[in-house]
Each structure stands twice: as C-alpha cells, then as structure tokens.
C-alpha cells in the first residue's frame, strides 16, 4: 500500500525545537515512514528534485546577470544532488537518527553546491541569498571563520524552499555550501579520506589535514590581496586616461620628475 507523503513546512525554532515541538514533528513524520522505509521513494524525493533543479537554474541566473552587466560575478559555478535512498538511510545509521526523525535530523537530502573564486564573493553570495523572497534561510553555520577540527572550511546555508507540485505547494529543505576553489578541493580529498578512514583518522593523517587546510586558506587570502592590488592599479590608470589634464592624455608618456 502506498503513502501520500507531505513535506513539513520549517521554521528556525525547528532546529532548535523544544520538547513540545518535538513531540508534534514526531507524530507528523511517523506518518510518512515505517521501519526506515519510505513505500515510494520516488514520490518523496521528486519535490528535492524539482528543489535542486529550480535553485540550480535561479543561481545560474544570476550569474549570467553579472556577465550581462560586465561585473565579476561572484558565482564560478553551480552543482546540486538529491540524497539517493541508500544514501540516506545510511546517513540515519551511522549517526543513529530514528526513522521517525529523518526529515529533521537529515538536513541535506537536497543539496546545492556553489564555487567562487574568491572568499570575499562566499559572503556576497550569501547576502544575495538571504536577501531573496522566494525562499527563507533557516540556518547558517560559517565554517570559514570557524571552521570544523579537520580543518573543514565551507559556508553553509539551511533554506526553506516551496515546491509547486501538480495539485499543491510542498516545503522541503535544501541545503546550500559556498566555497571557493581551493576550499572545495581540500574537502573533496578530505571525503575520500573519511570514506576509507570512516571518519577517525590517524593522528598524523589529521594534522597534515590541518596543514593543507591552512595552505589553502593562506592560497585564497593570497589571491584575495593580489586581485586587490589588481582592481586598484586598474582603477589609477582609467582614472589617469580619463583626466585630461594627464601628461597621457597630452601626449607626453615621460615620467614627471
């Protein structure tokens, strides 16, 4: 027999849901599973689907307004997946999450992923987001100012966002990763790693971890101050070919002693 499911719609106080709370999201998601089993799998994954697929397109978007208006855009580029089942049910397992609590405490069964070149385009992108009214931000944790003991750094963003199925409107939770460049491929080795290793790695494994972490902190800061210097000496020279009053501009290319 199959399921009708329902997404439950989130708020902020979600996350940090009292005993009362709890309770009532409990009885809700029971409704929807039995025995770490969803009967249609499909069904309760197409509404992440659509979810990852629309904020794929709207994030792409604005990328290619920035080009348009030839501004530096600070989205590089954008990927999105939905969870697999086996994915998620392993997820539940191996941090122990009770069937009856998967939607709450499986947060990125929809995930977007956002590159940026450099760190300072992480925040602006995080401020075009929060500044959006399609959907809400429920959460951030910044791991770039505070980031994980392995060395982890990424900006994550925990959004509500509706779905507009055939018949109704289904909420799910996405969640969204900024990083750069750098920071992406450190966390992509360091994926692998806790595969093999299932997440305790040798004491000297962890502080090379540590190392290139900082390495590739250090690289991002490293471009952040030369694209700087960069803007800066290009600003001088328009500035210099657009006075009139230039030694340029008259036709004299000594140098003013």
């Known amino acids: 027999m199959s399921i009708t499911v329902r997404h439950i719609s989130y708020n902020s106080s979600l996350l940090y849901a009292n005993k009362y709370t709890y309770t009532k999201i409990r009885k809700s998601v029971t409704k929807l599973i039995k025995d770490n089993f969803i009967e249609n799998w499909d069904l309760f994954l197409a509404p992440y689907e659509q979810a990852v697929e629309e904020l794929k397109l709207k994030l792409k978007n604005i990328r290619k307004e920035y080009r348009t208006l030839?501004?530096?855009?600070?989205?590089?580029?954008?990927?999105?997946?939905?969870?697999?089942?086996?994915?998620?049910?392993?997820?539940?397992?191996?941090?122990?999450?009770?069937?009856?609590?998967?939607?709450?405490?499986v947060q990125d069964i929809a995930g977007i992923r956002i590159m940026c070149q450099f760190v300072e385009d992480i925040y602006e992108v995080a401020e075009l987001i929060k500044a959006r009214t399609d959907f809400k931000v429920l959460l951030i944790r910044d791991y770039i100012h505070h980031h994980k003991p392995s060395g982890y750094r990424s900006y994550h963003m925990v959004i509500e966002y509706p779905v507009q199925r055939a018949k109704n409107v289904e909420t799910v939770i996405v969640e969204v990763q900024i990083r750069t460049l750098a920071m992406n491929f450190w966390a992509t080795i360091e994926h692998s790693l806790n595969?093999?290793?299932?997440?305790?790695?040798?004491?000297?494994?962890?502080?090379?971890?540590?190392?290139?972490s900082e390495a590739a902190f250090m690289l991002d800061q490293e471009m952040s101050e030369i694209r700087e210097e960069i803007r800066e000496a290009t600003q001088f020279f328009e500035q210099r070919y657009e006075d009139p009053d230039t030694a340029i501009n008259k036709g004299n290319y000594e140098v003013n002693q």
């Not at 990927?79 to 999450?97: A, C, D, F, N, Q």
């Not at 595969?195 to 290139?212: D, F, S, T, V």
């Open 70 to 105: 030839h501004r530096h855009t600070p989205i590089e580029f954008v990927t999105g997946r939905v969870k697999t089942r086996e994915s998620i049910l392993e997820k539940m397992e191996m941090r122990e999450i009770e069937s009856e609590d998967m939607l709450i405490g």
């Open 195 to 212: 595969y093999k290793y299932q997440g305790e790695y040798p004491n000297h494994i962890l502080e090379r971890l540590e190392r290139a």
